[in-house]
């Protein structure tokens, strides 16, 4: 690893694609017309929905107001970036990061310009950007990046990137050695500590602005903020003192619209120019991509489909049994059925291939072995309920393709709908079997830690594996590149033999967009607030 990154700012505005923070545990049913991805695949036969577009480019219009339509969230919503219930669609417009997820994925300079470790990787020095103002004129120091993480940290605040980096760092450990020198003594070795900072979560508030950031959401970003509602209504307007260079666009305004059909409706009648957070079904897909005024942005390898098998309930005890189910199935027929091959094959590797540390490895389907096996094990003729709702679009069509795909192994499987509005309270990580999704992104040591390692809160199938434990362990601590890549790759490896999950595909999102909308580019479903416009 280099001791030392910096990069321009001719990315700003890339995130690092943030974790599925369960905070969606709220009454916006995502998904609509449950099934009608598989209803399309199979009357097609082809694979492949009628052809979404890419992104429009060209030159944008100075000013303007973009409209974009949310979910609706709770009541409790809030601008503090540290929070589980934070807003997301204002977090890019009105914040910066240390350290940005960049093109290539790996950390970017933003309000950090450059960074180096010492001590083998239990100290990190993060130099910063200097001249930069927050949104009520105050200049940002290493103060205030001293008081963001410790915030993140503290209990009180229940931020979701606290479990991650309390691993690593107390306030203790974090010292502003001037206005623009930022130290951070780790309580472990971390050889890619900088990476943990690209999160969501991790967004730099002013010093001591804890108490009223979820409402005044005062940063250093593109926009300021002009009006905010919990799960309602608000704003954002361009920022021309931004360290970046003043945004396209003039103002955002947001809506809140509680369903996928509503949020269509209103694009179509060019209420808005935006759906945020909304994967189209195939049928909103035909319905946009017919539309005079919108289109399809097929954002690829956007998230990524897994069917937790909880390893602390039968059968899923038995290494055997789930060594079975993912021996069982075909991955290119469940994608084609359930998303119509708008995605690539995953080989239960939650590891996307254009990560660094992706290792190509896989195994191949035997129903024949996995009926063996199940055998073996005492689970001849098993007959399972795969819990699924319309939380998003592809859960259901995923859950009837996975059914068709285990039956050839003997296995007979059930499916159970449950309600979107409980289904990550009531079902997940509760229920034996089930089917979910991630958003693509996170580092790797973030991503293995976080849904793989023992113990770990959002480690769905609960698998718990003291080899994988260790890997994880030695590779944060490998300063040495080639020997951290070995070591991830053995990790990855493991998770495809051994582990609780399930992953057929990486799948693309389809987003609604209006054909006005230009340089809209999207990472983890934020998008550059920067450069987004109206056509000219």
Same mark, same amino acid.
């Given at each position: ?125 993060? $130099? ?33 990137? !606290? ?178 091959? $708008? ?14 540390? $992706? ?19 005492? $689970? ?28 050839? !192994? ?127």
């Amino acid at each position: 690893m280099a001791s030392s990154r910096s990069a321009d700012l001719s990315e700003r505005g890339e995130s690092s694609g943030r974790p599925l923070s369960r905070r969606r545990l709220l009454a916006a049913g995502a998904g609509a017309a449950a099934g009608s991805w598989l209803l399309t695949a199979c009357g097609s036969g082809t694979g492949g929905t009628a052809a979404a577009t890419s992104a429009a480019s060209g030159t944008a219009k100075a000013g303007g107001v973009l409209r974009i339509a949310r979910p609706p969230a709770s009541a409790a919503e809030t601008l503090d970036p540290a929070s589980s219930l934070s807003a997301y669609e204002y977090l890019g417009a009105l914040y910066s990061r240390l350290v940005r997820r960049g093109g290539d994925g790996n950390p970017a300079a933003d309000l950090a310009t450059s960074w180096e470790m010492s001590d083998a990787a239990s100290t990190w020095t993060f $130099h910063l950007r200097k001249g930069v103002t927050f949104h009520n004129g105050k200049t940002f120091t290493a103060a205030d990046a001293k008081y963001t993480i410790s915030h993140i940290l503290d209990p009180a605040t229940k931020s979701p990137q !606290a479990g991650v980096l309390s691993s690593f760092v107390d306030t203790s450990g974090i010292t502003a050695t001037d206005d623009s020198t930022l130290v951070v003594r780790l309580k472990t070795p971390h050889a890619e500590f900088p990476t943990l900072l690209m999160h969501y979560n991790c967004y730099v508030i002013p010093d001591g602005s804890g108490a009223t950031i979820g409402s005044k959401g005062i940063g250093t970003g593109p926009f300021k903020l002009t009006s905010f509602t919990a799960a309602g209504k608000g704003g954002v307007a361009a920022n021309s003192d931004y360290y970046g260079g003043r945004p396209t666009l003039d103002t955002i305004d947001f809506s809140s619209i509680a369903d996928v059909q509503s949020r269509v409706n209103a694009l179509l009648a060019q209420q808005v120019d935006l759906i945020a957070q909304t994967n189209l079904d195939a049928a909103s897909v035909t319905t946009v991509l017919a539309s005079s005024s919108a289109t399809v942005v097929e954002v690829k390898n956007a998230q990524w489909y897994t069917l937790p098998m909880l390893c602390t309930a039968a059968p899923f005890t038995d290494t055997a049994v789930r060594q079975a189910f993912k021996l069982a199935y075909d991955p290119q027929s469940v994608m084609r059925l359930a998303i119509q091959d $708008h995605g690539i094959i995953g080989h239960d590797n939650p590891v996307p291939t254009d990560d660094p540390y $992706h290792v190509d490895y896989s195994v191949t389907p035997d129903p024949a072995k996995a009926k063996s096996l199940l055998k073996s094990a005492g $689970h001849d003729g098993l007959k399972i309920s795969l819990y699924t709702s319309d939380y998003d679009s592809v859960l259901t069509p995923l859950a009837l393709a996975m059914k068709d795909a285990l039956a050839p !192994a003997g296995i007979t499987v059930g499916i159970q709908n449950a309600p979107s509005d409980s289904y990550y309270t009531n079902v997940w990580m509760k229920k034996p079997f089930c089917t979910s999704y991630w958003y693509t992104g996170r580092p790797i040591s973030q991503l293995l830690s976080e849904i793989f390692q023992t113990g770990s809160a959002y480690n769905e199938s609960k698998w718990s594996n003291a080899t994988l434990d260790g890997l994880i362990t030695s590779a944060r601590k490998e300063t040495d590149d080639a020997k951290r890549k070995q070591l991830y790759q053995d990790a990855q490896k493991l998770i495809v033999d051994q582990s609780g999950t399930i992953m057929p595909f990486f799948a693309s999102r389809m987003t609604g967009i209006g054909k006005n909308v230009v340089n809209y580019h999207e990472s983890g479903f934020e998008f550059n607030y920067l450069t987004i416009g109206l056509k000219a």
